[in-house]
């Protein structure tokens, strides 16, 4: 098995068939990735350590239903985004309940284009913001999931999504302001 000519279809029919190198690979191949989700939505490394492991069960334990239809990168970060949701929810209950209409006081702070920003600097305050905000400000901005989709996801309103990505998104640039003015 050279795992630089196998394609992800044939690394999966192999996963599906027990062969343990391919499971290897599979993991090799995207565990980065999802590992960088994952902290996107953990407080921590070692939670998002946490959601990354039962991701990774939940993928293998499912491969035998994806079908070859669609991404299967797609497929995985959907797994692990859902994964993370059901670790956030239940070790706590986060998702403070405010309406739109309670956050007309919240104004984003101009950021200057020309400001640069690391990529782990910004995953460090994104981590840093409130459960709730993060969760929805990640769903919404990086995941590109529409405020219903949200709503739906984490049982909450669709405008309590919309406050929690407005304050979430405020907060950040406010973070960001700071540590860069």
């Not at 000519?5 to 993991?27: F, H, M, P, W």
């Not at 950021?111 to 994104?126: C, G, N, Q």
């Not at 989709?149 to 640039?173: C, D, F, H, P, V």
């Amino acid at each position: 098995m050279n795992p630089m000519q196998l394609t992800d279809e044939e690394i999966i029919k192999s996963c599906i068939a027990g062969e343990v190198r391919a499971q290897k690979l599979l993991y090799d191949k995207y565990a980065r990735k999802m590992m960088g989700l994952c902290l996107r939505y953990a407080e921590n490394e070692a939670a998002a350590e946490d959601m990354m492991q039962e991701g990774w069960i939940k993928v293998f334990g499912n491969l035998h239903s994806f079908g070859f239809k669609g991404s299967f990168e797609g497929w995985i970060k959907r797994i692990m985004v859902n994964t993370s949701l059901d670790h956030l929810r239940k070790n706590k209950n986060h998702f403070k309940q405010v309406e739109i209409d309670d956050s007309h006081d919240v104004v984003a702070p101009e950021v200057s284009s020309s400001d640069s920003i690391a990529a782990k600097d910004l995953l460090k305050m994104v981590q840093q913001l409130p459960p709730g905000y993060r969760t929805v400000f990640n769903l919404f901005a990086i995941e590109g999931y529409s405020h219903k989709e949200i709503a739906s996801m984490l049982s909450i309103s669709e405008n309590t999504s919309k406050s929690q990505y407005s304050r979430g998104r405020a907060l950040l640039q406010r973070m960001i302001q700071v540590e860069f003015a």
